[in-house]
């Protein structure tokens, strides 16, 4: 379960590139044991907010704080896993030995080896040559370097990019596997399908900005309706306004269109049957989370 301790939080934060706009102000509130996707279109500012949250990148204005620490620090690298960049491995070595390398630089316990290469399902594989990995074993193979160092918050940029099919599968039940207990996973994807899948809570940037966030049925929220046919009309509209009040109910060319989602739909019919109103159809009309982004970004390709 989420909890409402942010462990990423960024407040006003903009940069510019010369003259280019990279981010316009941006907030970010990121709460312990979320998987948050941050969503976007091609060049909306996605990068370049993970590379200030991991300090490779300083914003022109604004501040941020990564696990309570300045991004970048010392405090914030040891609690992040990123997967950011292109992944550096030495590609005679194989992956095991790889993370042993890496293990033995950084004093990290070679204990955690094993489970970090089973939780990647990489165990199989372990002795081959990381130059002989198929792109998404790499992807893999760094995601299980991340997790030598227990990260409270693992940070991935595009994982799925250039992946195959199986690959972009294999990564999305990974990262869902990344999230146990309090983890945070903050991931930047510009594919609405791969975050509704995945993701607890979605931030949507556009040229730079936040430009909506919430939980999937937030973002649908206000905009649930069901649809009910019946008669007589009189009866029925007093049932149903007795039940949403007034302002919920409309009636509109032969149906009665109601703001209410379908999890009422049961409890409306019963009521509707009790009350001697014979129902002809109940039916819920949810727009789905395409047509919110659609609306949300101008039609902007990429979502
Ligand atoms: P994508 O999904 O294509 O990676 P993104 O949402 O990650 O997009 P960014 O890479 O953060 O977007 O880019 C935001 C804007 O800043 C773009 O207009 C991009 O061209 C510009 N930009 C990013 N990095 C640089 C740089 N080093 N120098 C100049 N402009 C840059």
Redesign the pocket.
């Known amino acids: 379960m989420p909890s409402s301790e942010p462990i990423v939080e960024a407040r006003g934060l903009s940069k510019r590139?010369?003259t280019?706009r990279?981010l316009e102000g941006l907030d970010l509130h990121i709460r312990r044991g979320e998987v948050y996707g941050f969503l976007?279109p091609?060049?909306?500012?996605?990068?370049?907010?993970l590379r200030i949250l991991a300090g490779l990148v300083r914003p022109t204005s604004g501040s941020a704080l990564v696990v309570g620490h300045r991004p970048g620090s010392p405090g914030s690298l040891a609690r992040t896993g990123w997967l950011i960049e292109t992944p550096n491995f030495y590609p005679y070595l194989s992956g095991y030995d790889n993370l042993l390398a890496l293990a033995r630089s950084c004093g990290l316990d070679r204990r955690r080896i094993g489970p970090a290469l089973d939780t990647v399902e990489l165990t199989s594989r372990a002795r081959d040559r990381y130059g002989t990995y198929s792109l998404g074993m790499k992807q893999r193979l760094a995601v299980a370097a991340a997790l030598l160092k227990e990260p409270d918050l693992f940070v991935l940029d595009?994982p799925t990019n250039g992946l195959d099919p199986q690959g972009m599968a294999d990564m999305r039940e990974l990262i869902r596997r990344l999230a146990v207990g309090q983890r945070t996973v903050l991931f930047?994807s510009?594919l609405l399908g791969e975050v509704e899948q995945i993701c607890t809570r979605i931030g949507v940037?556009q040229h730079?900005r936040l430009i909506a966030e919430g939980t999937i049925d937030e973002l649908r929220g206000g905009v649930r309706r069901l649809w009910i046919r019946a008669q007589p009309v009189d009866r029925a509209g007093q049932v149903l306004e007795r039940m949403l009040g007034a302002d919920a109910v409309a009636h509109v060319d032969g149906r009665f269109v109601l703001r209410a989602g379908s999890e009422r739909a049961a409890e409306i019919n019963r009521e509707l049957v009790l009350a001697g109103v014979a129902v002809s159809e109940v039916r819920a009309a949810e727009r789905s989370l395409e047509d919110v982004f659609l609306e949300l970004t101008g039609g902007e390709g990429g979502l």
């Open positions: 590139y010369g280019v990279a976007g091609n060049g909306a500012g996605k990068t370049t907010t595009e930047a510009h940037i730079g």
